[in-house]
C-alpha cells in the first residue's frame, strides 16, 4: 500500500483556488514532518511547504508565500495544501512527502518518503 496518496488536483484558471490532500498510512508516525513538492515538465523539482508535527512550525517556498497555506489534521492522518492566487507557472505535478526530522526544508533529501504526485494545471 502507498504510504502518502496525494488528491484534489486538477484544473483551474489563473487567480483561483485548489485544495490538495493527502492521505497518510498509518506507517508514517504522527512526529513526522510533512510537506509538499512539486516539478513541472523539464523543470527543477521545487519545495512547496513544510509543516511539523504539531503544526508549530510552517515554511514555504518564496514564490508561495502569503498563496499557499499547509495544516494537518494528526486525527485523520492527513495533510493539506490550501493554494489560491493561483498563476500558470504554479503548474506542476504535487508531491506529498514525509521526513522524521527536518533540518533543511528545501532539501528533498530530508524527506524518506514521497507520493505519486497529484497534477496541477493553471490554465484559462
Known amino acids: 500500500q502507498t504510504p502518502l496518496v496525494e488528491s484534489g488536483g486538477g484544473l483551474v484558471q489563473p487567480g483561483g483556488s485548489l485544495a490538495l490532500s493527502c492521505t497518510i498510512a498509518?506507517?508514517?508516525?504522527?512526529?513526522?514532518?510533512m510537506g509538499w513538492f512539486r516539478q513541472a515538465p523539464g523543470k527543477e523539482r521545487e519545495f512547496v511547504a513544510v509543516?511539523?508535527?504539531?503544526?508549530?512550525?510552517?515554511h514555504y517556498g518564496d514564490s508561495m508565500k502569503g498563496r499557499f497555506t499547509i495544516t494537518r489534521d494528526n486525527g485523520k492522518k492527513s495533510v493539506y495544501l490550501q493554494m489560491t492566487s493561483l498563476k500558470p507557472e504554479d503548474s506542476a505535478t504535487y508531491y506529498c512527502?514525509?521526513?522524521?526530522?527536518?533540518?533543511?526544508?528545501?532539501?528533498?533529501?530530508?524527506?524518506?518518503?514521497w507520493g505519486q504526485g497529484t497534477q496541477v494545471t493553471v490554465s484559462s
Open positions: 512527502v514525509a521526513g522524521n526530522f527536518n533540518d533543511s526544508p528545501s532539501d528533498p533529501g530530508q524527506y524518506e518518503t
Open positions: 498509518e506507517s508514517i508516525s504522527k512526529r513526522y514532518f
Open positions: 509543516i511539523n508535527w504539531n503544526g508549530h512550525t510552517r
